[in-house]
């Protein structure tokens, strides 16, 4: 029997008892609290992600003044990350904002 997924360009996640992706959504907050990563994009970040089928295991906000150009996240959030990626067995970070190489 021919595998159907072949043909009909199927991602094998999506078959009947495949483990869901599982991400942590990243965001960056200005210091007054307010800034493109509040609450209410982290839940249209989070719902893009529901969309795709993408389970969101927890969030994690770095409180700064501009991105990191190295890491995004300051040193110590980005070994928090790391520590929370393993422990909630996460397969993706997804970062609201625009990303740009270093």
């Avoid at 495949?18 to 990243?26: E, G, Q």
């Amino acid at each position: 029997m021919a595998d159907r997924r072949a043909h009909r360009n199927e991602d094998p996640l999506d078959e009947p008892g495949a483990r869901r992706w599982r991400a942590v959504l990243l965001g960056l907050a200005e210091r007054d609290g307010v800034g493109p990563s509040g609450t209410d994009a982290l839940d249209e970040l989070e719902r893009l992600a529901a969309t795709d089928g993408i389970g969101v295991v927890d969030r994690m906000v770095q409180v700064c003044d501009r991105p990191d150009p190295a890491t995004y996240l300051g040193s110590g959030k980005a070994n928090e990350l790391a520590e929370l990626v393993e422990t909630e067995d996460a397969d993706l970070g997804i970062a609201e904002g625009e990303l740009t190489p270093a």
